[in-house]
């Protein structure tokens, strides 16, 4: 195979810290090349300079033989290079077809916008992916998650692209979905492009993947064929050391009921949902994509408005109207989409830490080193790596905003907390300091609805299981009786009737 991608001794620094430290390696035409690390390794920071988004401090970069200096992400496609990032860059009010062919919009002899052929070929694009259900003429707002997924890998590929990043593209998509995509991979490495998949989804790294490269804290550690690394040893060389049992000890004995729901409804999306959550509880709620988890979590939070059922919070019926009403009630959400609703990238750490929780820290005025050492207090806590508190959340990777966005969401001092997916996209690490954090703050009290499409997620965490299947609560599953077949019974509907 030939050499399509060289690198020589790039680097990277944020305000004088270095990010990125002299990596070196040649990427074949025609091979999925893998890239794992902990949060922080440098992944996302190394695609970042690939496809022209970041200019490194130092060091150079070859393209097909060609020394090549990208300084924007313009200039990568028109030579083939093109990223799917981890995190949404789609345009919410513009259609699917618009965000497709945004900014390479393709016009008529007469020089009109040729929408009709943008149309088709969003259709023909939509089709390959297996999700011709998707309207081109949507707008990206009215998607799920999981198909604006599908729209940005559509955007990616439609333009013939030569070298081609992914970066946790299967994150939020299912398991047909996720066969679909590698069906594509497959394709593509057939026709001689070159895939870049970054995953901290290890037995998929070792399925797609014919080389994989691990970096640690920025630093180069080792490039080897797939088939010479099992998982195990993949996990130990991206952090360094044996790691111990991923999930803590669940809680014994539940406390009072702090949270009832009753016969709560929502048009068209959930239907009489009712369930209690008890004090110091992790109550897991799983379910496939579209089963209504996320918008039972909005509707709690007054995101949503239902048409019918009741809101009972330590004996006493609420009324939640807007997500205001919901964190002076004692609530707290992380979201699933941490970029779309969760943080706002172009503010700093310390900014992003206290946005929910500003009140409490003017009296009257802001004060500033109250914010300060209160982010200091959960960067120690979660293990947070930044350049400076000062950094733009833009700057992290995306491990490292998910520990923001929960240290956000506790900074109000909630009774309850929502986490909705709160380990898309981090590494095993990462994964592991926030359900020990997440156990730690069960053990202290606060009740806690866990929300999570990893089967092995909700079966290590989770005290009680609710499954959810078309807006209904359709199974409940105890500890002892979890198991990814018994949930998954209940999810396809082979349990719990409906």
Known sequence: MTTL??????SKEFSSVRVLDNISVEIRAGEVFGIIGENGAGKSTFIKILSGLYQPTAGKLWFDGQLVEMRTPADARKIGISLIPQEFNLVSDLCVYENIFLGEELVTKRGFLDIAAMMERTRKLLAELDVAAIDPSARIQSLSVAQKQMVEIAKAIAF?????IMDEPTTMLTSKEVEVLFGLIERLKTNGVTVVYISHKLKEVKRICDRVMVLRDGEFICLEDIGDLSTDEMARRMVGRELKEIFPPKR????????SVRNLSVENLLHDISFELHAGEVLGFAGLIGAGRTELAETIMGLRQPK?????????????????????????????DRQGSGIITSFDVVRNVTLASLKEYAKPFISQKAEIDKTKFYADRFSIKVPALSARLEQLSGGN?????????IDTQPKIIIVD????????KAKR????????????????????????????MADRVLIMRGGRIVGELPSEKLSEEEIMYFATGIKGGL
């Open 308 to 336: 019918s059922g009741s809101i009972t919070l330590n004996g006493r019926k609420i009324q939640i109207r807007r997500p205001w009403d919901a964190l002076r009630a004692g609530l707290s959400y992380l979201s699933e």
């Open 421 to 428: 997916e709160p380990t898309r996209g981090i590494d095993v």
């Open 5 to 10: 991608v060289k690198t020589e001794g790039i």
């Open 433 to 460: 300091d926030i359900y020990n954090f997440v156990r730690e703050l069960a053990q202290s009290g606060l009740s806690i609805m866990f929300i999570s499409s990893e089967l092995e997620e909700i079966i290590g």
């Open 160 to 164: 013939d692209s030569r070298f081609l």
């Open 252 to 259: 014994e004995v539940p406390g009072e009921v702090v949270l």
């Open 401 to 409: 905003q998910q520990k923001v966005s929960l240290a956000k969401s």
